[in-house]
C-alpha cells in the first residue's frame, strides 16, 4: 500500500529553521506531483509548497514564499521542505501528498495520498 511517512517536526524558536522529509513508498514516486499543506489549530488546512514530478516546477503560497524552499529527491523518494526564517504562526501540523501529474497543485482535493502529520510549533 502507499505510504508517506514524515519525519522533522518539532518545537523551534522564532527566526530558527527545520527541514521536514516525507519518504514514500508503493507508488511510482516519479509520477506523483508532491505538495505540503499545514493545519493550524481551528483553521482549515492550506496549501504550503508543491513540486512537480521532475523537480523542475515549484509553488508556493505567499505566507511561505522566500522563507520556505520544497524539493525533491526522485532516487530516494523523499521529498523535503527546508523551513528558514519559522514564525510562531507558521505553527501547525504539517503534512505531505501527492497528485498525480499534471494536478492543479493548489487545491488540496487533487492529492491521492496523505501522510498522517507532523507537528510543527514554533514559540516566540
Known amino acids: 500500500q502507499v505510504q508517506l511517512v514524515e519525519s522533522g517536526g518539532g518545537l523551534v524558536q522564532a527566526g530558527d529553521s527545520l527541514r521536514l522529509s516525507c519518504a514514500a513508498s508503493?507508488?511510482?514516486?516519479?509520477?506523483?506531483?508532491m505538495g505540503w499543506f499545514r493545519q493550524a489549530p481551528g483553521k482549515q488546512r492550506e496549501f504550503g509548497a508543491a513540486?512537480?514530478?521532475?523537480?523542475?516546477?515549484?509553488y508556493y503560497a505567499d505566507s511561505v514564499k522566500g522563507r520556505f524552499t520544497i524539493s525533491r529527491d526522485n532516487a530516494k523518494n523523499t521529498v523535503y521542505l527546508q523551513m528558514n526564517s519559522l514564525k510562531p504562526e507558521d505553527t501547525a501540523v504539517y503534512y505531505c501528498?501527492?497528485?498525480?501529474?499534471?494536478?492543479?497543485?493548489?487545491?488540496?482535493?487533487?492529492?491521492?495520498?496523505w501522510s498522517q502529520g507532523t507537528q510543527v510549533t514554533v514559540s516566540s
Open positions: 501528498a501527492a497528485a498525480p501529474s499534471g494536478s492543479y497543485l493548489y487545491y488540496s482535493q487533487n492529492y491521492n495520498y
Open positions: 513540486i512537480s514530478v521532475s523537480g523542475g516546477s515549484t
Open positions: 508503493g507508488l511510482p514516486f516519479s509520477a506523483f506531483a
